[in-house]
């Protein structure tokens, strides 16, 4: 199996820029997705193949790329922000999913 | 719209199985994936397993192997997650979710709380 690599924690203060980073060696082969997820809510995906944006989700979300690593950003963060991210990728069947071990945000 | 419909909270002995139903409606069931993901309390989430529909065939995390069976009903448009050998660990969150591909996953259900507790 493989891992994917999240920092812990991030707090920022709302209009700040969040940005959360998750490594793995599936990368840059396996497409990276994001999903924010709530206390008591369902996760919901935020960004597909390293930087696309599903419908509703607000533009402050953005993915990037580079090597083994991709970034979650969030730009001018609201209040509603605060979550737990997970990022996600699969195996290099493509086969498996795996999760990264979520990062927290903190809005201050 | 798309909806996956689980169904509710269950209490559990150690040792006893547990079977979660995943109810899809507002797009053709047999030609997407029903993935099952847990959070148990504190932890982040972890993917159980995944079934195709269309032709019933299953792939489970390697920590699931053995314990986990996934099945569906394709006349009911209906997935089941079946866990045995259930521990106090088995404490969590399961939720079904849905996708065109092993990855990513674009609807959720709205999760079963499934509590194992002597």
């Known amino acids: 199996s493989y891992e994917l690599t999240q920092s812990p924690s991030v707090s920022v203060s709302p209009g700040q820029t969040a940005t959360i980073t998750c490594s793995g060696d599936?990368?840059?082969?396996?497409?990276a997705y994001w999903y924010q997820k709530k206390p008591g809510q369902a996760p919901v995906l935020i960004i597909y193949r390293v930087t696309q944006r599903p419908s509703g989700i607000p533009q402050r979300f953005s993915g990037s790329g580079s090597g083994t690593t991709v970034t979650l950003t969030i730009s001018g963060v609201e209040v509603e922000d605060e979550a737990d991210y997970y990022c996600q990728s699969a195996d290099s069947s493509g086969t498996y999913p795996v999760f990264g071990a979520g990062t927290k945000v903190t809005v201050l | 719209q798309v909806q996956l419909v689980q169904s509710g909270a269950e209490v559990k002995k150690p040792g006893a199985s547990v079977k979660v139903s995943c109810k899809a409606s507002?797009?053709?069931?047999?030609?997407?994936?029903i993935h099952w993901v847990r959070q148990a309390p504190g932890q982040g989430l972890e993917w159980v397993g995944h079934i195709f529909p269309n032709s019933g065939a299953t792939h489970y995390a390697q920590n699931f192997q053995g314990r986990v069976t996934l099945t569906r009903d394709t006349s009911i448009d209906t997935a089941y997650m079946e866990m045995t050998g259930l521990r106090s660990d088995d404490t969590a969150v399961y939720y079904c979710?849905?996708?065109?591909?092993?990855?990513?996953?674009?609807?959720w259900g709205q999760g079963t709380l499934v509590t194992v507790s002597s």
């Open positions: 979710a849905r996708g065109d591909s092993p990855v990513p996953f674009d609807h």
């Open positions: 599936a990368f840059p082969n396996q497409f």
């Open positions: 507002g797009y053709a069931f047999a030609g997407y994936y």
